[in-house]
T-cell receptor
Framework: AQSVAQPEDQVNVAEGNPLTVKCTYS??????LFWYVQYPNRGLQFLLK??????LVKGSYGFEAEFNKSQTSFHLKKPSALVSDSALYFC???????????????FGKGTKLSVKP | DTGVSQDPRHKITKRGQNVTFRCDPI?????LYWYRQTLGQGPEFLTY????????KSRLLSDRFSAERPKGSFSTLEIQRTEQGDSAMYLC?????????????FGQGTRLTVV
């Protein structure tokens, strides 16, 4: 079964410091991995994705993520955190479905990022 | 293109009543997904459509839930005989489909409260 784990419920970072939000996955076959951000009472906004190619992918708002196949991880990173980055972050993997191609997204439980001034 | 639109944004209903939510996807997207999100959890897949065909349903989608996408454009999600456990945020998403295997774009959700 496809699954995603986000081991930290909350990450606290001081503004200007680097941040990492962790994600590990379990899939059969090649993983398609995604990060989304959710602000209070809002839907999910897409940040970045890994499909194939370079292990370091860059996304919106200065975020990047590193795909590590041997560790089955896809950690989200940002060199310098902003207070406005405070939100809920979700890692997701695309599952298999009918037809075996583009399945639905399977999400982790989310990590609350808190950036303090 | 205004993105994925969901209506209403909030719904309060009494237990036992029926409710219906609407989702308008991004116009050129042929795939449409419904998810449910409860407090402290990630979104959980409910069902998805490719055009008007409902291709997959989660075990979470009990007999009281039904979804339609009659013309392959907007979709409705109906919950019959609502229960307090149905209280959640219901999220709709769409994607282009096809071989590009791209990300899904989400609406802002409909928050359902069953009292």
């Amino acid at each position: 079964a496809q699954s995603v784990a986000q081991p930290e419920d909350q990450v606290n970072v001081a503004e200007g410091n680097p941040l990492t939000v962790k994600c590990t996955y379990s899939v059969s076959g090649n993983p398609y991995l995604f990060w989304y951000v959710q602000y209070p009472n809002r839907g999910l906004q897409f940040l970045l994705k890994y499909i194939t190619g370079d292990n370091l992918v860059k996304g919106s708002y200065g975020f990047e993520a590193e795909f590590n196949k041997s560790q089955t991880s896809f950690h989200l990173k940002k060199p310098s955190a902003l207070v406005s980055d405070s939100a809920l972050y979700f890692c997701a993997v695309r599952g298999l479905n009918y037809g075996g191609s583009q399945g639905n997204l399977i999400f982790g439980k989310g990590t609350k990022l808190s950036v303090k001034p | 293109d205004t993105g994925v639109s969901q209506d209403p944004r909030h719904k309060i209903t009494k237990r036992g009543q029926n409710v219906t939510f609407r989702c308008d996807p991004i116009s050129e997207h042929n795939r449409l997904y419904w998810y449910r999100q409860t407090l402290g959890q990630g979104p959980e897949f409910l069902t998805y459509f490719q055009n008007e065909a409902q291709l997959e349903k989660s075990r979470l989608l009990s007999d009281r839930f039904s979804a339609e996408r009659p013309k392959g454009s907007f979709s409705t999600l109906e919950i019959q005989r609502t229960e307090q456990g149905d209280s959640a945020m219901y999220l709709c998403a769409s994607s282009p489909g096809g071989v590009r295997n791209t990300e899904a774009f989400f609406g802002q959700g409909t928050r359902l409260t069953v009292v």
